[in-house]
């Protein structure tokens, strides 16, 4: 008995790895919602910078610029609604600096540079948190890499990547997607496809175009 | 023979450890599968070092041969603290290309990714406990043979 003990306890184990494993995959692998979210325009730059889940029922899709207020506005709002809906929505960001703002172009190309790390995120975040400090500074560049060593990051290969072609390319690639979709403001949002045309965007209209995302009635 | 206590002691605690492996790697075998987001816990490298050109050979995500690889550690260990004294070289052989590996993806990580996923430190950690267990039964094996000697 004894002898085929152990054979009987990898057997166990096995079945149980097997039965976790599968049950873990079905309750992950929802169908992914058909509502035509976001496959029209350019695609953009490829990978896109993406909060959140690719199965999340709700997909909003921000083509934002780092100096523009209304942008800088819209973030605790994004964040707030982020808290609110966590594993049910996934968010991507777009780069879409404005030519007629000076420093939205370094900005992006920060962002991008801090995304070639793994960071795009943080800098995101640090780019919106200490946006008048690098708007104010006289020089941009070097405020852009204070404000980068604010987040975990190699700062010199940041200084590199900063004029890199690959940040250029990133950028141009989210342009064609703005060139595509004949964006002409920022921020512009969409939530499953579907452009969010009220402008300032405050949590009540992001909640409502994601609970109608959803399925969910108003209360 | 006067370490065969130990020994026994040093095998189910590889299969313990091989049991947490197996679990880890099945999570991010199904999160790859499933194109699930992997959140990190202590840093913030998963999704860089997850989504990279590394995390897959072929179509099949490293994580699954990490699966694999745990599962076989774990069927080794248990037989061989059940006496079946032949599948304890194969023991030490499986661990010791694990740990090549772990150094390998380590390397990945560090100068290549520049980016770290708990997940994947997690493994590592418990790829080099499972070489110091192998490294000890090693030397308790050797001090036995010589003792009967």
Redesign the interface.
């Known amino acids: 008995m004894r002898r085929y003990l152990p054979f009987a306890i990898i057997a166990a184990v096995f079945c149980i790895a097997t039965i976790a494993g599968v049950g873990l995959y079905q309750s992950r692998a929802q169908a992914p919602v058909k509502t035509g979210k976001l496959v029209f325009g350019q695609p953009g730059a490829n990978p896109p910078h993406m909060h959140g889940s690719r199965k999340a029922p709700v997909a909003l899709e921000e083509f934002g610029d780092f100096e523009c207020m209304p942008c800088s506005l819209f973030w605790p709002v994004l964040k707030q609604a982020q808290k609110e809906y966590g594993d049910r929505l996934s968010v991507t960001f777009r780069e879409y600096p404005l030519t007629k703002h000076t420093h939205a172009l370094d900005a992006a190309r920060a962002a991008e540079a801090a995304g070639l790390q793994g960071r795009f995120w943080e800098m995101h975040d640090a780019l919106y948190g200490d946006r008048l400090l690098w708007l104010g500074a006289g020089d941009t560049r070097a405020a852009l890499i204070l404000c980068a060593s604010h987040v975990e990051i190699d700062l010199e290969r940041f200084k590199k990547d900063l004029d890199s072609e690959e940040v250029s390319k990133r950028i141009a690639a989210d342009r064609e997607r703005v060139a595509s979709l004949e964006l002409d403001r920022t921020p512009a949002v969409f939530v499953n496809g579907d452009r969010l045309t009220t402008a300032p965007i405050t949590i009540e209209i992001l909640r409502a175009a994601i609970d109608d995302a959803l399925g969910v009635k108003p209360k | 023979m006067r370490h065969q206590r130990l020994e026994i002691f040093l095998y189910v605690l590889a299969a313990l450890i091989a ?1 947490v492996g ?2 880890d790697a ?2 991010l ?3 790859h ?5 992997v959140s990190c816990i202590a840093s ?2 998963c ?3 997850l ?1 990279s050109s590394y995390a897959v050979i072929g179509k099949v995500p490293v994580a699954a041969f990490g ?1 694999a690889a745990y ?1 076989t550690v ?2 080794l260990a ?2 061989a ?2 006496d ?1 004294t032949r599948v304890r070289p194969l023991f030490l052989c499986l661990v010791g290309m694990m740990l090549a590996t772990t150094c390998w993806f380590l390397y990945l990580q560090a100068f290549v ?3 770290f996923c708990d997940f994947c430190l997690l493994s590592a950690a418990l790829t080099g406990l499972l070489s110091a267990i192998g490294i000890a039964i090693f030397f308790l094996v050797k001090k036995d043979a010589a003792a009967t000697s």
Request: hydrophobic share 50%; no cysteine.
């Open positions: 049991l197996l679990a099945i999570y075998t199904v999160q599968l499933t194109g699930e987001t913030s490298g999704e860089t070092v989504g699966a599962f774990f069927s248990t037989l603290a059940f079946w990714i520049h980016a």
